[in-house]
């Protein structure tokens, strides 16, 4: 998360200004979208691991 922060508040000016609050705003979206997409992945491993040892045992 931080790192969306900090690379869509590089170089949006002063901290409180307009700007700089769109763009923490904009970062935040990415990161929220990003972890989304990390869970989304960890939940379908779980789930084929899950699966996988279903089918092994019988």
Request: hydrophobic fraction near 50%.
């Amino acid at each position: 998360m931080s790192l969306f922060l900090s690379v869509a508040q590089t170089g949006a000016g002063e901290r409180g200004s307009e700007t700089f609050v769109a763009a923490t705003q904009q970062g935040a979206h990415w990161g929220y979208l990003a972890l989304t997409v990390c869970v989304a992945c960890a939940f379908l491993a779980n789930l084929r691991a899950f699966a996988a040892g279903v089918t092994k045992r019988g």
